[in-house]
């Protein structure tokens, strides 16, 4: 095999192997967690059972749509061990009453709570999130993937802080 294309290809799997560090280290694949190892409660609360009746009667219900007033918050900085919680608004600008199924997490550390109540067409919501920053130095990004019967069935809020 020619020098060159040898050059060429390790220089490719370098780049390769960087990219998908990269990727990692970010934070981008953090809901892949959750998918892989279902680290977190996405289920707020209910049972097996009552989770996926639930996700029945929301894929059978007419889809509307959601606007988040806050879809991402700062806590700045918090001291290690420190328990945090924001409310996330949102508001149902849709014609069909809203209702959220689950809201997956990706870490046990975050904690998603939300009303299993239906959010009639005009009012507004909130999605409580609780983060235990107890092990987690440093500067955090996390998500929370909130699923509903909105026309865009899955939207992420997320939170960053600077853990001392």
């Known amino acids: 095999?020619?020098?060159?294309?040898?050059?060429?290809?390790?220089?490719v799997l370098t780049l390769s192997c960087f990219?998908?560090?990269?990727?990692?280290?970010?934070?981008?694949?953090?809901?892949?967690?959750?998918?892989?190892?279902h680290i977190g409660d996405s289920n707020n609360g209910l049972t097996t059972a009552e989770a996926n009746?639930?996700?029945?009667e929301i894929a059978a219900m007419p889809?509307?749509?959601?606007?988040y007033i806050d879809s991402?918050?700062?806590f700045g900085?918090?001291?290690?061990?420190?328990?945090v919680k924001h409310s996330f608004r949102f508001k149902n600008t849709?014609?069909?009453?809203?209702?959220?199924?689950?809201?997956?997490?990706?870490?046990?550390?975050?904690?998603?709570?939300?009303s299993k109540e239906p959010i009639a067409p005009g009012a507004e919501g909130t999605i409580e999130v609780q983060y235990n920053s107890k092990g987690h130095p440093g500067h955090?990004?996390?998500?929370?993937?909130?699923?509903?019967?909105?026309?865009?069935?899955?939207?992420?809020?997320?939170?960053?802080a600077d853990v001392k």
């Not at 889809?63 to 606007?67: A, G, L, R």
């Open 19 to 37: 990219v998908i560090a990269l990727v990692e280290l970010s934070g981008v694949s953090q809901t892949a967690l959750f998918n892989k190892y």
């Open 140 to 160: 955090q990004h996390k998500n929370v993937i909130v699923h509903s019967n909105a026309q865009l069935e899955a939207m992420s809020i997320g939170f960053e």
């Open 1 to 11: 095999m020619n020098s060159q294309l040898k050059t060429i290809l390790l220089t």
């Open 94 to 114: 849709g014609t069909n009453p809203l209702l959220i199924s689950k809201a997956d997490v990706s870490c046990g550390c975050t904690v998603p709570s939300f």
């Open 72 to 74: 991402f918050y700062n």
């Open 53 to 56: 009746n639930r996700q029945q």
């Open 77 to 83: 900085e918090i001291k290690e061990g420190d328990v």
């Open 63 to 67: 889809k509307t749509t959601v606007q």
